[in-house]
C-alpha cells in the first residue's frame, strides 16, 4: 500500500516493538502509543533517540492522546491491552475497559482521520477448549477468561466498524509467540521460564503430564503476517491465524531446551495441572498461507537456539567492567 505513517499501539511491547522495528527498516514513518505499563523503553530506545519513532506516552482510553497519535497517519496496528489472563481474571471491569473501550475509542478516532487500513492483533485465546484439531478461523468462539472474552468483543467491533463506515479491518489471531523481549509471563513464555531455570542449572517444571501440546510461533514470523496483512487487498474483512501449524507436547519441548542448553543430568519436575489450562491447541494455517502467502520460516530449535545465544551474550556483556567509576 501506499501508506507511509503508521500507528502502532502497544509499539513499546514484544510484539508490536518488533513490528517497530520492521517497518522503520522498510521506510516506514512511524509513531507509538504506548503507556509503557507493560512495554519497555528500552525496545524503542535506538528510533527514539535517532528520531524515527514518534513515541506518545500515553493510555489506549486518553482520547485526546489517541486523536493526537493518529495524525497524518494511513494504517494502524493495535497491540495495545491488558494480555495477562490471571489478572483479567481478578480485575475483568479493568481488563474489558482496556481491551474493548480503548479499541473502541480507538475505531472512533480514525473514522475523523485519513486511516485506510486498520489491523486488529487478537489472540487464539478467543476459541477456548478446541472442538477439533487443527483448528482453524471457523472454529467456534468460545473464551475462557475476561481477557479471551474481551479480544473476542474487540474484534467484533473491528468487524462492525468495517460494515457500518466502511473501515478497511483485518484481524490476526496468533498462536504462542516467543522470541527476544517475550516476558516469561506471556504468550510462548513457557519457554523463557524453561531458559531461566535451565540457566540457574535448574530442571524446568511442567505442570500436568507433559502430554500436552501447543504451537510455538516465532515473533519475527509474526511480524511477516502483519506486513503481509497491510500489503494485501485479499487481507480486508478477513480473521487470520497466525502460527507455525505444528503441535509441540511441553515434553518434546522441554527435551529440545535442554539439549539446547548443553546442561546434563536434570530431569524436568512435574506439578499438577493448572485450572483452565487447555490440554491441546494448534493452527491450521492454510487461510494465511493462501491469502496472504504467509510461511512460517524458523523453526522452534532455530528460535529457541537463538535465545540461548542472546542470553549468552546478555551475560557476557553485563560481566564485562563498564569502566565507570
Not at 125 to 136: F, H, K, M, N, S
Not at 148 to 153: D, G, I, P, R, V
Request: hydrophobic share 40%; aromatic share 8%.
Amino acid at each position: 500500500m501506499g501508506s507511509t505513517r503508521v500507528l502502532v499501539t502497544g509499539g513499546a511491547g514484544f510484539i508490536g516493538s518488533h513490528l517497530v522495528d520492521r517497518l522503520i527498516k522498510e521506510g516506514f514513518e512511524v509513531t507509538v502509543l504506548d503507556n509503557l505499563s507493560t512495554g519497555r523503553m528500552e525496545n524503542l530506545m535506538g528510533h527514539v533517540e535517532s528520531g524515527s519513532v514518534r513515541l506518545v506516552n500515553a493510555d489506549i482510553l486518553d482520547r485526546r492522546a489517541v486523536k493526537q497519535a493518529l495524525t497524518d497517519v494511513e494504517a494502524v496496528f493495535h497491540l495495545a491491552a491488558i494480555t495477562s489472563v490471571p489478572y483479567s481474571i481478578k480485575h475483568p471491569d479493568a481488563t474489558r475497559k482496556a481491551n474493548v473501550e480503548g479499541t473502541r475509542i480507538l475505531l472512533d478516532a480514525c473514522l475523523g482521520g485519513n486511516v485506510e487500513r486498520f489491523i486488529y492483533v487478537s489472540s487464539c485465546a478467543v476459541y477456548g477448549e478446541p472442538e477439533y484439531l487443527p483448528i482453524d478461523e471457523r472454529h467456534p468462539a468460545r473464551p475462557v477468561s475476561p481477557y479471551a472474552e474481551s479480544k473476542l468483543e474487540a474484534e467484533r467491533l473491528c468487524r462492525e466498524f468495517q460494515k457500518a463506515y466502511g473501515l478497511k479491518t483485518t484481524i490476526v489471531r496468533p498462536f504462542n509467540v516467543y522470541g527476544p523481549r517475550m516476558k516469561s509471563g506471556m504468550y510462548g513464555g513457557v519457554i523463557a521460564r524453561f531458559i531461566e531455570r535451565l540457566r540457574l542449572n535448574k530442571p524446568p517444571i511442567i505442570y500436568g503430564d507433559g502430554t500436552q501440546t501447543r504451537d510455538f510461533v516465532h515473533v519475527w514470523d509474526v511480524v511477516n503476517a502483519l506486513m503481509l496483512t497491510l500489503n494485501s487487498q485479499k487481507a480486508i474483512g478477513e480473521i487470520f491465524n497466525v502460527a507455525s501449524g505444528v503441535a509441540t507436547s511441553i515434553d518434546e519441548l522441554a527435551k529440545l531446551v535442554m539439549e539446547l542448553s548443553g546442561v546434563d543430568g536434570l530431569k524436568p519436575l512435574y506439578r499438577p495441572a493448572r485450572n483452565g489450562d487447555i490440554k491441546h491447541s494448534y493452527a491450521d494455517i492454510s487461510k494465511a498461507k493462501a491469502k496472504l502467502g504467509y510461511e512460517p520460516k524458523i523453526s522452534l530449535k532455530e528460535g529457541v537456539a537463538t535465545l540461548f545465544r542472546q542470553a549468552e551474550a546478555f551475560q557476557k556483556i553485563n560481566a564485562e567492567p563498564s569502566g565507570i567509576g
